[in-house]
């Protein structure tokens, strides 16, 4: 497995074709499940932990690897799964998220299989775990529920959205409250979706939410059909990276690729690697770049928008 995770230049050219690889693996059942391979640094046998005293119920303890310590999260009993019963033949998958390193301990990890974002679909409504997952694909005739790692890991650490006094300008909240300004949120977290219109309620700014970046793209060209002034009605665009059906690289290039929409203002939000993201940035034509989750960071970008619009 380490050998298929060695060449990480050789998987971000997929990033921005639409296309991408997810690792398969399976928790205590059947049911495979996956994670993208870009967001994991490597899979090893299950090391020697840890226990820490009053750690989360998920959190199994802590190991030692390559220099630093990590947590290490049990991913079945997170996701709602009982608890892996017997992780000496089990595995653990490190990844990288929103600027940190954690472990999960998973059963047997299968192979990766490489798709196009077109064939990840959103989870169902009203299906059980649809609140951990951010996608579902059918990959010989199974069904592979793709994880929401962010929904997991805000269980374990709850996010905090508050903006900073010293960066929180109350009178331009002021001044985008009146002018009730919106922006337009692609991302198929739910847990992604909370935390920006949270910090943003901060900065008098609403946000209209979509799950993936057809759906993004589809509203768009409706309101144009519909006679509706799109720079008017929103004033930004934050989009994920990684979405079912249409990632925010693909977005981003069909927007600018539309006289209607080029100057949309276009920001990519993700959990992905930030060096690798501000080329793919300077490639498709977004005007900027965040790190989930800062909400001061956030709060910066779209208050300096505001000021450009409203002063």
């Not at 739910?190 to 219109?197: C, P």
């Not at 059906?245 to 959990?271: A, N």
């Amino acid at each position: 497995m380490s050998k298929l995770l060695e060449s990480v230049d050789a998987r971000t050219k997929l990033v921005g074709e639409n296309r991408l690889e997810l690792l398969l693996f399976k928790l205590s059942g059947r049911q495979m499940y996956a994670l993208n391979v870009f967001k994991i640094q490597e899979v090893v046998q299950i090391p020697p932990l840890t226990a820490m005293p009053h750690r989360h119920s998920v959190v199994r303890g802590v190991t030692h690897l390559r220099d630093q310590t990590i947590s290490v999260i049990d991913l079945s009993a997170a996701i709602g799964l009982r608890p892996l019963a017997d992780i000496t033949n089990g595995n653990m998958i490190v990844t990288e998220y929103n600027r940190s390193i954690q472990g999960f301990l998973v059963g047997s990890v299968d192979r990766i299989v490489n798709l196009n974002w077109e064939v990840i679909l959103p989870p169902p409504t009203g299906s059980g775990r649809a609140h951990f997952l951010t996608a579902i694909t059918h990959i010989d005739n199974h069904i592979v529920e793709v994880l929401d790692v962010e929904r997991v890991l805000a269980d374990i650490i709850p996010y905090d959205t508050r903006v900073s006094q010293d960066v929180l300008d109350a009178d331009l909240a002021a001044k985008a409250k009146a002018k009730k300004m919106k922006l337009l949120m692609a991302d198929d977290s739910i847990t992604a979706h909370g935390q920006v219109r949270d910090t943003l309620k901060h900065l008098g700014v609403d946000v209209i939410s979509v799950q993936d970046g057809l759906q993004a793209l589809q509203l768009l060209h409706r309101w144009l059909d519909e006679g509706i002034d799109v720079h008017a009605h929103i004033f930004m665009l934050i989009t994920d990276a990684e979405m079912p059906e249409m990632d925010g690289y693909r977005l981003t290039h069909e927007i600018r690729k539309d006289p209607r929409l080029k100057d949309l203002f276009v920001v990519l939000h993700t959990s992905l690697s930030g060096s690798f993201n501000q080329a793919m940035v300077d490639k498709v034509g977004c005007d900027g770049f965040l790190s989930k989750f800062q909400p001061d960071t956030l709060a910066d970008l779209v208050q300096s928008r505001l000021r450009t619009l409203l002063n």
